[in-house]
């Protein structure tokens, strides 16, 4: 892989050493080289691809108007629900990592993508719709003590704002992103202590970031527990570890996150507009300090706030789905996608 920076593209260098660092355990994604592919086919010579964007052909351009024409694209209630109960939007959103490498870049997509510009003839309608309502990033109140930073990574992360302290429901892909999330909320609600985190299911984007939110001298000290559901590790390391090549190389043509943003490349990957290139070291999964929680009837209690965990098993994976203030955490299936249903990668409910 070329490490070198192109000028005009401000996510900053990612080496091929970083992403597989960090993908082993994220199923991001490994290095896609910029140069050109040959494949020989019979005598009468090969043929070569390469890299670089091209414009839609005909038959993508016809799928495309396709989709456009079959489908309510005025029906604009989906961007009012992204935007309700938004506190706090930062003008600008650039994460870097310690030693100044950038994790997370929206700034590289609002070039292009904005509510109001059209769909070009390279993309699916209904994926540039998707990666519009991405855009609405920042500090949202969902309902009472409950709140949630959406747009700084693929997932969302959300926030239990107890009598003194907070609990943490997924947090994202990367510490770094993780850790502006948490920075967020305390700057625009007062700063609290994490006392919880609790972590849906064994997918990285849901708890990769973990020690952005919480210190493995925390843990230790008993000052923060982290929950999880049954049979969390067994599925985390068959996925992230057994099969870890497989899935990182698959992950490369499910979100594209070395494509160049623009229309010609990398749009949006559904459940986010990428993956965060920062560190995800799920430490306390290594340490062994991770607590299953595997009792539906385990009821608790969490600096004031009730948490009834249950689990139920999807794709191989336990889910927990804990109502807190009668309301439920569902991991991603609560969404306006098919990722589930008719998922990209291959895995089903």
Request: aromatic share 6%; net charge negative; hydrophobic share 35%.
């Amino acid at each position: 892989m070329n490490d070198r920076t192109d000028p005009a593209d401000e996510r900053g260098r990612i080496s091929r050493r970083t992403i597989l660092r960090n993908v082993a355990w994220a199923g991001a994604a490994t290095a896609v080289g910029g140069v050109a592919l040959t494949a020989c086919g019979d005598d009468s010579g090969g043929f070569t691809t390469d890299a670089k964007p091209k414009p839609a052909s005909e038959a993508t351009k016809a799928a495309n108007k396709k989709v456009r024409d079959s489908l309510p694209f005025a029906n604009r209630d989906d961007f009012a629900d992204a935007s309700r109960g938004l506190v706090k939007r930062p003008d600008t959103l650039i994460i870097k990592t310690a030693d100044g490498r950038i994790a997370w870049d929206m700034e590289s997509y609002k070039k292009f993508i904005n509510d109001d510009a059209e769909s070009p003839d390279t993309v699916n309608p209904s994926l540039w719709r998707n990666a519009k309502l991405n855009m609405h990033y920042g500090l949202y109140k969902v309902t009472d003590r409950i709140y949630q930073v959406r747009g700084y990574d693929l997932s969302n992360i959300s926030f239990i704002q107890g009598d003194l302290e907070w609990i943490v429901f997924d947090p994202l892909v990367s510490t770094e992103t993780a850790k502006a999330a948490l920075d967020l909320i305390n700057a625009e609600l007062g700063a609290r202590p994490v006392t919880a985190v609790i972590i849906s299911h064994p997918h990285t984007d849901h708890y990769g970031g973990i020690r952005g939110v919480v210190s493995q001298a925390d843990v230790d000290a008993g000052k923060a527990r982290i929950v999880v559901p049954q049979g969390f590790l067994e599925h985390a390391v068959s996925e992230n570890v057994i099969a870890g090549n497989v899935m990182s190389r698959r992950a490369v043509y499910m979100y594209g996150a070395l494509l160049p943003r623009g229309p010609q490349g990398g749009v949006n990957a559904g459940l986010g507009q990428t993956l965060s290139n920062g560190h995800g070291q799920p430490d306390a999964a290594d340490r062994g300090d991770l607590h299953d929680r595997h009792r539906a009837d385990d009821r608790r209690r969490a600096d004031g706030v009730p948490d009834d965990a249950g689990h139920r098993g999807a794709g191989g994976d336990e889910y927990l789905l804990p109502p807190v203030q009668g309301h439920v955490d569902g991991g991603e299936h609560h969404q306006h996608d098919a990722q589930h249903p008719h998922p990209a990668r291959g895995a089903g409910p």
